[in-house]
């Protein structure tokens, strides 16, 4: 699914952002990557997309090398990854359901199978009675909710969540944390960064990776 090798990554104005990664992760893992801000969290689920590359070592995602030269088929790999950004990117004055429907417009779904398939990823997400709703009268936390169902409707191998629980109360951010647990499916691969150690301390399963300044300072099972 993912391996880093010895993967080090920097900006171009020289910010040494990732030092000697090294990471293996199999389908139907359940990965929490904590830090505190600008520990890398970022940096490496943006390596994950292939959105930038590393500057040294060997990482592979899906079974696609991430480097240059290869972008067309980076851009293959990312239609099998459901990304959940920090800013939702949510289009204002569309319903939920039609947010949805846009998050998946190219993977040639047919029109009734479309929405259909939506609709079924907001039942999953506990939006049922929020289909038909603008997203501009949703509340942060059902905004959010959104943008997990546009991921899941992909159907993807891989789920990347950047700070999902950014501005959400306690309540909230947990049953945020519990939903993607849910999302984990055999062959479905689930990474979701936090800086909130907190509401990840008593994790029952999957694996929590602690990264501080770039460097993976722990690994434990939970």
Same mark, same amino acid.
């Given at each position: 699914?993912?391996?880093?090798?010895?993967?080090?990554?920097?900006?171009?104005?020289?910010?040494?952002?990732?030092?000697?990664?090294?990471?293996?992760?199999?389908?139907?893992?359940?990965?929490?990557?904590?830090?505190?801000?600008?520990?890398?969290?970022?940096?490496?689920?943006?390596?994950?997309?292939?959105?930038?590359?590393?500057?040294?070592?060997?990482?592979?995602?899906?079974?696609?090398?991430?480097?240059?030269?290869?972008?067309?088929?980076?851009?293959?790999?990312?239609?099998?990854?459901?990304?959940?950004?920090?800013?939702?990117?949510?289009?204002?004055? *569309?319903?939920?359901?039609?947010? #949805?429907?846009?998050? +998946?417009?190219? /993977?040639?779904?047919?029109? &009734?199978?479309? !929405?259909?398939?939506?609709?079924?990823?907001?039942?999953?997400?506990?939006?049922?009675?929020?289909?038909?709703?603008?997203?501009?009268?949703?509340?942060?936390?059902?905004?959010?909710?959104?943008?997990?169902?546009?991921?899941?409707?992909?159907?993807?191998?891989?789920?990347?969540?950047?700070?999902?629980?950014?501005?959400?109360?306690?309540?909230?951010?947990?049953?945020?944390?519990?939903?993607?647990?849910?999302?984990?499916? *055999?062959?479905?691969?689930?990474? #979701?960064?936090?800086? +909130?150690?907190? /509401?990840?301390?008593?994790? &029952?399963?999957? !694996?929590?990776?602690?990264?501080?300044?770039?460097?993976?300072?722990?690994?434990?099972?939970?």
């Amino acid at each position: 699914m993912i391996e880093a090798k010895e993967v080090y990554f920097s900006y171009s104005d020289g910010t040494v952002a990732l030092k000697n990664i090294d990471m293996k992760i199999g389908p139907g893992d359940m990965i929490y990557i904590t830090g505190p801000s600008g520990s890398g969290k970022t940096s490496l689920l943006k390596l994950f997309m292939g959105i930038e590359y590393p500057t040294k070592g060997i990482l592979n995602v899906l079974g696609q090398p991430i480097v240059r030269g290869q972008a067309s088929k980076i851009r293959q790999m990312r239609r099998m990854i459901g990304p959940v950004f920090q800013d939702f990117r949510l289009v204002m004055g *569309r319903t939920a359901i039609e947010n #949805v429907m846009l998050g +998946a417009r190219f /993977l040639n779904f047919a029109p &009734k199978k479309l !929405k259909e398939n939506a609709a079924n990823a907001l039942v999953k997400v506990g939006l049922e009675k929020k289909m038909f709703s603008l997203v501009e009268h949703l509340s942060w936390g059902e905004c959010q909710r959104v943008a997990i169902a546009r991921a899941v409707i992909r159907q993807p191998k891989l789920i990347l969540a950047d700070e999902p629980t950014g501005n959400l109360d306690k309540d909230n951010a947990l049953n945020i944390i519990e939903l993607f647990a849910s999302l984990k499916e *055999r062959d479905t691969t689930v990474i #979701v960064t936090t800086h +909130a150690t907190h /509401l990840i301390e008593n994790i &029952k399963e999957g !694996k929590l990776i602690r990264i501080e300044n770039g460097i993976i300072c722990e690994e434990r099972l939970g």
